[in-house]
Nanobody, 118 residues
């Protein structure tokens, strides 16, 4: 089982990034996918979530209207389009896979750093 994030980096305030998470080793279409972030000294928190078929999404209040989560089940990948980035978005972003039939069955990626700074 693997979740491999990519797309992080340094961006100026107001800029955009697109994070990708490539999945392998499990039945991707049976998993709800999420992005979490963890800033230094803070707990990991949910950024966005998408259902297994992509039909429903939800977002943290802090990113509503700026971030878009999407998935491609054929490519076994989930994405996070991040627009109008703010310094407070700086964090490590983690991909998370949750099996829809068993709450205890989930995986984490290794994380990708996003830094928003001028």
């Amino acid at each position: 089982v693997q979740l491999v994030e990519s797309g992080g980096g340094l961006v100026q305030p107001g800029g955009s990034l697109r994070l990708s998470c490539a999945a392998s080793g499990f039945t991707f279409s049976s998993f709800e996918m999420s992005w979490y972030c963890q800033a230094p000294g803070k707990e990991r928190e949910l950024v966005a979530r998408i259902t297994s078929n992509g039909g429903r999404t939800n977002y943290a209040d802090s990113v509503k209207g700026r971030f878009i989560i999407s998935r491609d089940n054929a490519k076994e990948a989930v994405y996070l389009q991040m627009n109008s980035l703010k310094p407070e978005d700086t964090a490590v972003y983690y991909c998370h896979a949750q099996y829809v039939f068993l709450a205890q069955y989930y995986f984490w990626g290794q994380g990708t750093q996003v830094t928003v700074s001028s």
